[in-house]
């Protein structure tokens, strides 16, 4: 049974702890992120009145992108962490965006009536929760007819990369198993067309998408962020205390991270999975 299964059997949704934290390498990291690269799935579909609910906005880059894309509509950005939407703010303040909120709230139990978004999005979420089939309902209650419930996450068991560091195999399953004892799927993208049918959800299209670190530059970004997050994040609190790696441990994976990303042919290839779900 996996973690999150595990979750929904015993009824509490809570169980799961968000693997990542928000340590200043992880929020380098997701200020990265825009709606071009990491929601493309989803631009066609937008029309400039929308209703958009963004849930785990985190520092808020996607969300301000939306708002952008919505000029007479609305966008509101949620997250479970409260301390994290003050840079969200500060962002959409940044763009000079009037049509955005942010809110503290948690995705298996929105605060929000029937119906009340066109669109209901969820970057990088599903695989952090305890129960990703009823955060997909909550997700489809607030979500007009005919409006669109859409989710993208990544996959790290299909992560691949050359060369093939041999540290980094070691880094890929320690990080799965950390981010299943803290009640999450680390594996959810190959899993989102199995959950939003086990949610209800029935017109729903799939499709797949890649971030490639190729470049000198994006190598040593990448490699540098995962290096540091390795030793300083909350994963490595939670992979330590957990019993599932020591400090010299980790210390070895953030040198196969340096290791890989001084190579000149590197390249890093993160597969995401997506649903476009009609309400």
């Known amino acids: 049974m996996a973690?999150?299964?595990?979750?929904?059997?015993?009824?509490?949704?809570?169980?799961?702890?968000?693997?990542?934290?928000?340590?200043?390498?992880?929020?380098?990291?997701h200020t990265w992120r825009t709606a071009v690269n990491s929601a493309g799935y989803l631009l066609a579909e937008l029309k400039p009145d929308m209703r958009v609910l963004d849930i785990g906005c985190g520092p808020g880059t996607i969300t301000a992108d939306l708002a952008a894309l919505v000029p007479e509509g609305h966008v509101t950005g949620l997250d479970s962490a409260s301390g994290v939407l003050e840079r969200a703010r500060e962002a959409a303040a940044g763009r000079g965006l009037a049509n955005v909120t942010f809110e503290v709230g948690d995705v298996h139990a929105l605060k929000h009536p029937d119906g009340a978004f066109d669109v209901v999005h969820?970057?990088?979420?599903?695989?952090?929760?305890g129960d990703p089939v009823r955060a997909l309902r909550e997700m489809d209650r607030v979500c007009a007819p005919g409006g669109i419930v859409a989710a993208r996450d990544?996959?790290?068991?299909?992560?691949?990369?050359?060369?093939?560091?041999?540290?980094?195999?070691?880094?890929?399953?320690?990080?799965?198993?950390?981010?299943?004892?803290?009640?999450?799927?680390?594996?959810?993208?190959?899993?989102?067309l199995a959950w939003a049918r086990e949610a209800g959800l029935r017109d729903v299209t799939a499709s797949s998408a890649t971030w490639c670190f190729a470049s000198g530059e994006d190598r040593a970004w990448w490699?540098?962020?995962?290096?540091?997050?390795?030793?300083?994040?909350?994963?490595?609190?939670?992979?330590?205390?957990?019993?599932?790696?020591?400090?010299?441990?980790l210390r070895d994976a953030a040198d196969a991270w340096l290791d890989w990303g001084?190579?000149?042919?590197?390249?890093?290839?993160v597969p995401h999975?997506?649903?476009?779900?009609?309400?």
């Open 223 to 249: 490699s540098e962020s995962w290096a540091e997050r390795t030793l300083s994040s909350s994963f490595a609190t939670s992979a330590v205390e957990g019993g599932h790696a020591t400090r010299e441990q």
């Open 3 to 29: 973690a999150n299964d595990g979750a929904r059997a015993a009824g509490n949704e809570e169980t799961a702890v968000y693997t990542h934290g928000h340590h200043e390498a992880v929020l380098r990291s």
């Open 273 to 279: 999975r997506e649903i476009l779900c009609r309400a």
């Open 262 to 269: 001084a190579r000149e042919d590197g390249w890093f290839a």
């Open 154 to 192: 990544a996959d790290y068991g299909a992560m691949f990369w050359y060369p093939l560091v041999e540290g980094l195999g070691a880094w890929q399953e320690l990080y799965r198993r950390v981010a299943r004892a803290n009640g999450g799927e680390p594996d959810a993208g190959r899993r989102l």
């Open 122 to 129: 969820a970057h990088q979420v599903l695989q952090h929760v």
